[in-house]
């Protein structure tokens, strides 16, 4: 061997030799996660859906792990402001993320983020799912979604559909069933899932779709009327319900969902013992319990088929957009 090869191998061990305790010490400080507090982030505000779920599997983690795993809210743009703050963070599994459906459709609706959705964020686990209820009020002479395509049909653009606001998952629930129904009805943009609920209650609008955590109350008390669940099958809370394929919209499948996301670069072994943990309380009987009033069922996905779902979303909702010609800000 020429001395500069020789010189060359010697460097490159002794680089080597000088990187494996840092390896090693990497390796065991992961292998003791979580050491510390850890934060889960998300982009909406306290109080609603997202907020619930995120809090009760918060304090589970923090029970299992016996350390605390604290929810901060932090609203602005969309979710974007809470999303472009975790990518940025150090990828050690302190500082997570907790998103739903509208995670996927913030890249449809935003011409330029400060962040990549798929490569900046290392998926953990699809934690639960939900269905949206498409829901009208009772004094609208329709009793089916055959009906309610009826009346859209013979009357178009007469029908409004109040959304929680420009770009949201109940939004975007909304024009995709306006596109595979192929009717024109009138979105109206509210500033938030609230306001929404309350004129659709008061009879200012002729329809919505609703998360069943806020709706549900009122479909009992008959101030609104559910006509069809969003998913693929029939919700346990309202068996009775069709699906809005099966009630005559071929193919429409749309649910809410909530899964957490880490930083890109998280060690593999933080991302093992989060997703292992995460799976192990969304199948635990008290939250199946907890989750089963409001709809939620439990998923418990590995990190591999959570990558899968989140592209697939994004290229569907993307699509969704442009075929029903939504303007991008």
Known sequence: MSGGKANITRAVLAFLAGLAPAVAQAQASAESYPAKPVR?????????????????????LSENFARPFVVENRTGAGGTVAYSQVAK????????????????????????????PVKDFAPVSLVVQAPFLLLVH?????????D?????????????????GYGSSTHMAFELFRVTAGVKIAAIPYKGTGPALIDGIAGQVHML???VLSSLVHVKSAK???????????????????TIAEAG?????????????????????????????????????DIVERLA???????????????????TEIARWRRVVKEAGIRLE
């Open 40 to 60: 889960i982030v998300i982009g909406l505000a306290p109080g609603g859906g997202t907020d619930i779920q995120a809090r009760l599997f918060a304090q589970k």
């Open 89 to 116: 963070s150090p990828p050690d599994g302190y500082t997570l993320m907790g998103v739903t459906s509208g995670y996927t459709i913030t890249p449809s609706v935003y011409a330029k983020l400060p962040y990549d």
């Open 138 to 146: 009772p004094a609208l002479p329709v009793k089916t979604v055959k």
């Open 148 to 164: 309610l395509l009826a009346l859209a049909r013979a009357k178009p653009g007469m029908l409004d559909c109040a959304t929680a």
């Open 209 to 211: 779709f609703g998360n």
């Open 224 to 242: 609104l009327r559910a006509l069809a669940v969003t998913t693929a099958k029939r919700s346990a809370v309202l068996p009775d319900l069709p």
């Open 249 to 285: 919209v071929a193919g429409y499948e749309n649910s809410t969902w909530f899964g957490i996301l880490a930083p890109a670069g998280t060690p593999p072994v933080v991302i093992g013992r989060l997703n292992a943990e995460l799976v192990k309380v969304s199948k635990s009987q």
């Open 293 to 311: 009033p409001d709809g939620g069922e439990p998923v418990g996905s590995t990190p591999e088929q959570f990558a899968r779902h989140l592209v």
